[in-house]
């Protein structure tokens, strides 16, 4: 019994230590093209895959399915965007079905496994650029990051604002 509990134990640590994407997807990624390649000549990527991540920007329904728009960061050694202002630009993500939108909203993390299909020109403020635009095989949505305080906050469980010692 205590052999299957430790197992078990084992298992289910091992499991919050895995990567965003499984490795059958990951195993046929490109990993030899940087991101600021594909941004610049997205045509020579065309039907390869690659795994992306960073901020969701906005996010829109299509007859297509589901658009994304990302603002990409660098990815963490767990596959997970990490928070920096540098980013390499931005990409359009294609879920083929319906993606709740509340859901996918601006400011939460993404990564994406997806397959390169060609360009996209978007008017972002007054200028017209050309977001590469990848189909998505495999995604994970992180769930958002509680907002820690900027300085500690120490609470003494005994103090009572309201009691006989408090002047106003």
């Given amino acids: 019994m205590k052999t299957i ?3 078990f134990g084992t298992l289910m640590f091992l499991q919050g230590c895995t990567y965003a994407i499984s490795p059958a997807v990951r195993d046929h990624a490109d990993k030899t093209i940087p991101f600021e ?3 610049a000549d997205p045509e020579s990527c065309t039907g390869k895959l690659f795994i992306l991540g960073g901020t969701i920007a906005q996010t829109s329904t299509t007859q297509q399915g589901t658009l994304i728009e990302v ?3 660098r ?3 767990w596959g997970k965007p990490e928070h920096s202002q540098r980013t390499g630009g931005r990409f359009l993500a294609l879920h083929p079905g319906h993606l709740n939108p509340m859901a996918y909203a601006p ?3 993404i990564t994406i496994a997806g397959e390169v299909q060609g360009t996209s020109s978007r008017l972002l403020g007054d200028n017209h650029y050309d977001y590469p635009v ?3 095989k495999e995604h994970k949505l992180w769930e958002r990051e509680r907002p820690s305080w900027d300085r500690p906050q120490w609470i003494d469980p005994l103090y009572d604002p309201d009691g006989p010692g408090r002047r106003n």
Avoid: A, E, F, P
Wanted: aromatic share 6%; net charge positive.
């Fill in 134 to 136: 990848l189909l998505l």
């Fill in 5 to 7: 509990i430790v197992l």
């Fill in 107 to 109: 400011g939460r993390d």
């Fill in 71 to 73: 603002v990409q960061k």
């Fill in 75 to 77: 990815l963490d050694y």
């Fill in 37 to 39: 390649k594909l941004l």
